[in-house]
DNA sequence: GAATGTCTTGAACGGTCAGTCTAGACTTGC
DNA sequence: GCAAGTCTAGACTGACCGTTCAAGACATTC
């Protein structure tokens, strides 16, 4: 058997996401690419096939870092209510420290939807549907617990989680400063305890 | 003197504003653009002078013809939380009727502000604050007639509406169904009532 | 009806786009 | 050390990018 491939694919894909998640998928051109990810056209055509088939897999990759990675964490927490606040805090530190201002891949790739494959669709849908469920879950659980009142609708109120979480991260992108986005964080919360 | 124009420039603004609006800024050519205004390449650099030009004055337009009308209308209503509900109903039977899912061309605007040159971050920006600064007024008002604890701090509560608001629009082009969007609606009116 | 001066037209600019292909470099199995 | 076979390098494809420009069309003014 031949020769292996002398670049790590999964670094590459790493540096392919940081163009993609910076610039967007059509701003984001192959030059771009070869130059951050330090291999050749054909290396990236021989490995990945094409543009949209590698932010398949970086999304899929981002996903899997991020999201996938932050739920489990949070979803360990005792106090359901706790787990929601350090998401909030989380995100904000997290957009403080991000001077490119980059903002979160898959809800930048969520408000371009229609402009994607359906493969990238799919994705984007399937995250944010697993992110509801995670909201539903904390909720439910700090019903149980008491910290949340009963009559509280478990799923409106994950939707509607959610949705401040796609505004914070839109806003988060050049529009609001800190203080504005922990304002979120707050009234979020409040919504649900109160 | 010469000859004048003779197409409709108003007429072509609008044009190009729904080809950028569903398209996004990097993924509309020239060409896209032409077509749509039914003008040559010539008559559109005479004419707006760059393709960056022709998005600040279609964003320009956009901003007065929807968001500035809208809070006009809405802020002449007597109720300020049916003002509220009015603009949530309003935004979920656009989105239904928008079949391309083309969304809010400032929210889409302002995910991607850091990509876009000072004119328009700056377009966006105040645009958006004063949408912020409408909510407070609403709030404000609501306080006032009784219709909201005295306590809600207005100024937050603002933000978080105006979140609700870019996460609907974005939730909207494929993520979230009506009846989804709805429940954000539901939501943000029990977050300040309660 | 001729001069004026802005308009439209369409070709052309250099550059870049996403993607392909060939030639050669190289590791592996024998 | 040789054959097998996948990798890389980088020139190349034709199409399209945003923008410019020269030439001609035309309404207006005198």
């Not at 670049?7 to 192959?30: C, H, N, P, Q, R």
């Not at 939707?159 to 504005?180: C, I, P, T, Y």
Request: charged share 30%; net charge negative; glycine share 4%.
């Amino acid at each position: 058997m031949p020769w292996v491939k002398d670049f790590d694919v999964d670094l590459a894909v790493d540096k392919a996401m940081k163009v993609f998640w910076a610039k967007g998928y059509e701003a984001t051109s192959i030059s771009d690419l070869t130059d951050a990810m330090e291999i050749k056209k054909g290396s990236l055509y021989n490995a990945f096939g094409s543009k949209n088939a590698l932010f398949n897999r970086v999304l899929l990759k981002y996903d899997r870092e991020n999201r996938r990675a932050a739920i489990k964490q949070l979803e360990a927490m005792e106090d359901p209510l706790v787990a929601i606040r350090t998401l909030f805090d989380a995100l904000i530190a997290e957009s403080e420290a991000d001077r490119e201002r980059k903002g979160c891949l898959l809800v930048n790739t969520a408000l371009d939807l229609p402009n994607h494959s359906e493969e990238v669709q799919a994705l984007v849908t399937s995250a944010l549907s697993e992110f509801e469920a995670f909201f539903v879950r904390l909720v439910e659980r700090a019903q149980a617990r008491k910290q949340v009142p009963a009559d509280l609708d478990a799923r409106e109120a994950a939707k509607s989680l959610l949705s401040q979480v796609v505004g914070l991260r839109v806003l988060a992108r050049g529009v609001f400063d800190s203080e504005s986005l922990r304002a979120i964080g707050n009234q979020a919360l409040a919504r649900i305890t109160a």
